[in-house]
Protein backbone atom coordinates (compact mmCIF):
# COMPACT_ATOMS: atom_id res chain seq x y z
CA UNK A 1 0.00 0.00 0.00
CA UNK A 2 2.46 2.54 0.71
CA UNK A 3 4.87 2.05 -2.40
CA UNK A 4 1.61 2.27 -4.58
CA UNK A 5 1.55 5.56 -2.83
CA UNK A 6 4.46 6.77 -3.30
CA UNK A 7 4.77 5.99 -6.48
CA UNK A 8 1.23 8.39 -7.38
CA UNK A 9 2.88 10.91 -5.62
CA UNK A 10 6.02 10.91 -7.47
CA UNK A 11 3.41 11.06 -10.51
CA UNK A 12 2.62 14.43 -9.77
CA UNK A 13 -0.92 13.53 -8.94
CA UNK A 14 -3.49 11.31 -6.46
CA UNK A 15 -5.43 10.12 -9.31
CA UNK A 16 -4.18 7.49 -11.61
CA UNK A 17 -7.17 5.60 -13.95
CA UNK A 18 -10.10 7.46 -12.76
CA UNK A 19 -12.33 4.81 -14.39
CA UNK A 20 -10.13 2.17 -12.68
CA UNK A 21 -10.45 3.54 -9.39
CA UNK A 22 -13.98 3.89 -9.48
CA UNK A 23 -14.17 0.21 -10.00
CA UNK A 24 -11.91 -0.44 -7.31
CA UNK A 25 -14.73 1.17 -4.99
CA UNK A 26 -13.23 4.80 -4.62
CA UNK A 27 -15.74 7.55 -4.43
CA UNK A 28 -14.54 11.02 -5.08
CA UNK A 29 -15.68 13.61 -2.45
CA UNK A 30 -14.72 16.74 -4.67
CA UNK A 31 -15.35 17.04 -8.34
CA UNK A 32 -13.02 19.85 -8.75
CA UNK A 33 -15.53 22.20 -10.09
CA UNK A 34 -18.03 22.69 -7.58
CA UNK A 35 -18.67 22.22 -3.86
CA UNK A 36 -21.41 19.39 -4.69
CA UNK A 37 -21.58 16.84 -1.38
CA UNK A 38 -20.64 19.02 1.29
CA UNK A 39 -22.58 21.85 3.44
CA UNK A 40 -21.67 23.46 6.55
CA UNK A 41 -21.67 22.11 9.87
CA UNK A 42 -25.44 22.09 10.96
CA UNK A 43 -26.71 23.57 7.46
CA UNK A 44 -27.92 22.63 4.83
CA UNK A 45 -25.91 25.02 2.40
CA UNK A 46 -21.99 25.78 2.29
CA UNK A 47 -20.64 29.06 2.86
CA UNK A 48 -19.65 31.50 0.41
CA UNK A 49 -15.62 31.35 2.19
CA UNK A 50 -15.35 28.34 0.52
CA UNK A 51 -14.60 28.75 -3.50
CA UNK A 52 -13.82 25.88 -6.07
CA UNK A 53 -11.03 27.63 -7.94
CA UNK A 54 -8.80 25.95 -10.14
CA UNK A 55 -9.74 22.56 -9.35
CA UNK A 56 -8.99 23.12 -5.85
CA UNK A 57 -11.46 24.07 -2.64
CA UNK A 58 -9.84 26.79 -0.78
CA UNK A 59 -10.67 28.44 2.02
CA UNK A 60 -10.72 31.92 2.12
CA UNK A 61 -11.31 33.35 5.21
CA UNK A 62 -11.77 37.08 3.80
CA UNK A 63 -15.55 36.27 2.40
CA UNK A 64 -16.38 36.38 6.44
CA UNK A 65 -19.15 33.29 5.19
CA UNK A 66 -17.07 30.13 6.41
CA UNK A 67 -17.41 27.75 9.12
CA UNK A 68 -16.24 23.92 8.92
CA UNK A 69 -17.55 22.03 6.24
CA UNK A 70 -18.86 18.77 6.42
CA UNK A 71 -19.55 15.71 3.43
CA UNK A 72 -23.06 15.17 3.18
CA UNK A 73 -22.52 10.83 3.23
CA UNK A 74 -21.31 9.38 6.77
CA UNK A 75 -18.63 6.74 6.28
CA UNK A 76 -18.15 4.01 9.21
CA UNK A 77 -14.36 1.83 7.87
CA UNK A 78 -13.31 3.85 4.93
CA UNK A 79 -9.67 4.90 3.41
CA UNK A 80 -9.74 8.53 2.84
CA UNK A 81 -7.38 9.94 0.12
CA UNK A 82 -6.78 13.69 -0.34
CA UNK A 83 -4.15 16.77 -0.92
CA UNK A 84 -3.37 19.74 1.35
CA UNK A 85 -1.76 23.21 0.94
CA UNK A 86 -1.51 26.16 3.84
CA UNK A 87 -0.84 29.22 3.89
CA UNK A 88 2.28 30.64 5.64
CA UNK A 89 1.30 30.85 9.56
CA UNK A 90 -2.26 28.88 8.89
CA UNK A 91 -3.81 26.14 10.57
CA UNK A 92 -7.08 23.57 9.38
CA UNK A 93 -7.80 20.06 9.81
CA UNK A 94 -9.38 16.92 8.54
CA UNK A 95 -11.85 15.49 10.93
CA UNK A 96 -13.63 12.57 10.64
CA UNK A 97 -16.56 10.41 12.07
CA UNK A 98 -18.22 13.58 12.54
CA UNK A 99 -21.64 13.54 14.12
CA UNK A 100 -23.65 16.14 11.66
CA UNK A 101 -25.97 17.46 15.20
CA UNK A 102 -25.00 20.89 16.49
CA UNK A 103 -28.08 21.28 18.60
CA UNK A 104 -26.17 18.31 20.77
CA UNK A 105 -22.65 19.35 19.50
CA UNK A 106 -21.80 22.82 18.91
CA UNK A 107 -18.14 21.98 17.15
CA UNK A 108 -17.17 19.21 14.55
CA UNK A 109 -14.40 18.47 17.20
CA UNK A 110 -16.51 17.14 19.99
CA UNK A 111 -17.50 14.06 18.02
CA UNK A 112 -14.67 13.69 15.81
CA UNK A 113 -10.54 13.43 15.96
CA UNK A 114 -8.80 15.01 13.65
CA UNK A 115 -5.28 14.90 11.19
CA UNK A 116 -3.64 18.07 11.89
CA UNK A 117 -3.05 20.29 8.75
CA UNK A 118 -0.94 23.14 9.48
CA UNK A 119 2.02 25.60 8.50
CA UNK A 120 4.64 23.80 11.43
CA UNK A 121 7.52 26.36 11.32
CA UNK A 122 5.07 29.39 11.08
CA UNK A 123 1.74 28.65 13.45
CA UNK A 124 1.93 28.91 17.08
CA UNK A 125 0.90 25.12 17.33
CA UNK A 126 3.97 24.17 15.53
CA UNK A 127 5.91 24.21 18.94
CA UNK A 128 3.16 21.87 20.62
CA UNK A 129 3.48 17.97 20.77
CA UNK A 130 0.41 16.71 19.38
CA UNK A 131 -0.16 19.32 17.53
CA UNK A 132 1.85 19.67 14.36
CA UNK A 133 0.75 18.50 11.15
CA UNK A 134 0.38 15.35 10.05
CA UNK A 135 -0.22 14.30 14.26
CA UNK A 136 -3.75 12.75 15.69
CA UNK A 137 -4.50 16.27 17.14
CA UNK A 138 -3.72 16.16 20.97
CA UNK A 139 -3.87 12.34 21.34
CA UNK A 140 -1.13 11.11 19.13
CA UNK A 141 2.32 12.78 18.45
CA UNK A 142 3.46 11.86 14.75
CA UNK A 143 6.56 10.60 13.04
CA UNK A 144 8.38 14.09 11.91
CA UNK A 145 9.80 14.71 8.88
CA UNK A 146 7.22 13.86 6.46
CA UNK A 147 5.47 17.45 5.89
CA UNK A 148 6.09 19.77 2.76
CA UNK A 149 7.18 23.18 3.35
CA UNK A 150 4.89 25.76 3.48
CA UNK A 151 2.96 26.26 0.30
CA UNK A 152 3.68 23.29 -1.05
CA UNK A 153 1.16 19.93 -1.46
CA UNK A 154 1.08 17.57 0.96
CA UNK A 155 -0.75 14.23 0.14
CA UNK A 156 -2.15 12.40 2.35
CA UNK A 157 -4.18 9.23 3.69
CA UNK A 158 -6.14 8.21 6.78
CA UNK A 159 -7.42 4.64 6.81
CA UNK A 160 -10.14 3.40 9.55
CA UNK A 161 -10.74 0.02 9.80
CA UNK A 162 -12.16 -2.36 12.23
CA UNK A 163 -10.61 -0.31 15.14
CA UNK A 164 -6.71 -0.22 13.26
CA UNK A 165 -6.18 3.74 12.54
CA UNK A 166 -3.28 4.95 10.48
CA UNK A 167 -2.13 8.22 9.05
CA UNK A 168 -0.25 8.78 5.98
CA UNK A 169 1.84 12.03 5.46
CA UNK A 170 3.58 11.74 1.49
CA UNK A 171 4.06 8.38 2.14
CA UNK A 172 5.16 8.01 5.04
CA UNK A 173 2.96 6.13 7.88
CA UNK A 174 3.07 8.84 10.52
CA UNK A 175 0.72 7.35 13.05
CA UNK A 176 -0.42 3.86 13.81
CA UNK A 177 -2.80 3.07 16.78
CA UNK A 178 -6.13 1.54 17.77
CA UNK A 179 -9.29 3.21 18.33
CA UNK A 180 -12.40 2.20 20.65
CA UNK A 181 -10.01 0.35 23.41
CA UNK A 182 -9.07 0.91 26.73
CA UNK A 183 -6.30 2.66 25.26
CA UNK A 184 -8.00 5.23 22.99
CA UNK A 185 -9.91 6.25 26.23
CA UNK A 186 -6.97 6.45 27.94
CA UNK A 187 -5.64 8.67 25.51
CA UNK A 188 -8.59 10.68 25.79
CA UNK A 189 -8.35 10.87 28.92
CA UNK A 190 -5.61 13.04 29.42
CA UNK A 191 -6.57 15.18 26.27
CA UNK A 192 -8.23 18.40 25.92
CA UNK A 193 -10.96 16.55 25.10
CA UNK A 194 -11.26 14.61 28.23
CA UNK A 195 -14.98 17.16 29.28
CA UNK A 196 -16.53 16.37 25.55
CA UNK A 197 -17.91 13.32 26.59
CA UNK A 198 -18.82 11.50 23.02
CA UNK A 199 -15.27 12.63 21.82
CA UNK A 200 -13.86 9.99 20.00
CA UNK A 201 -16.97 7.64 20.78
CA UNK A 202 -18.49 7.21 17.51
CA UNK A 203 -17.27 5.37 14.85
CA UNK A 204 -19.04 6.10 12.04
CA UNK A 205 -19.78 9.54 10.76
CA UNK A 206 -18.93 12.56 8.50
CA UNK A 207 -15.72 13.81 7.10
CA UNK A 208 -15.08 17.52 7.77
CA UNK A 209 -12.74 20.20 6.78
CA UNK A 210 -11.69 22.68 9.30
CA UNK A 211 -12.40 26.73 8.81
CA UNK A 212 -9.47 27.70 11.65
CA UNK A 213 -9.45 31.54 9.99
CA UNK A 214 -7.01 30.65 7.41
CA UNK A 215 -6.33 29.90 3.78
CA UNK A 216 -6.15 26.83 3.07
CA UNK A 217 -6.70 24.11 -0.20
CA UNK A 218 -7.86 20.88 -0.52
CA UNK A 219 -8.02 18.52 -3.62
CA UNK A 220 -8.38 15.51 -5.27
CA UNK A 221 -10.39 14.00 -2.25
CA UNK A 222 -11.99 10.61 -2.38
CA UNK A 223 -13.13 8.04 -0.14
CA UNK A 224 -13.41 3.81 -0.43
CA UNK A 225 -15.80 2.05 2.08
CA UNK A 226 -14.01 -0.62 3.69
Known sequence: MQFLFVTIYCMGSLFGNTTQQKKDGWIPLFDGKTTTGWHTYGKTTIGSGWIVEDGTLHFDPSKKDGGDIVSDQSFGNFHLRLEWKIA???????????????????????????????DNDGHPDGKIKKHRAGNLYDLIEGKEGAVKPVGEWNLVEIIANNGKLDFYLNGENVVNTTYGDAEWRAMIAGSKFKDKPDFGRFFSGHIALQDHGDNVWYRNIMIKKL
Do not use: C, R
Open 88 to 118: KNGNSGIIFFVQDDPAKYPYVWHTGPEMQVL
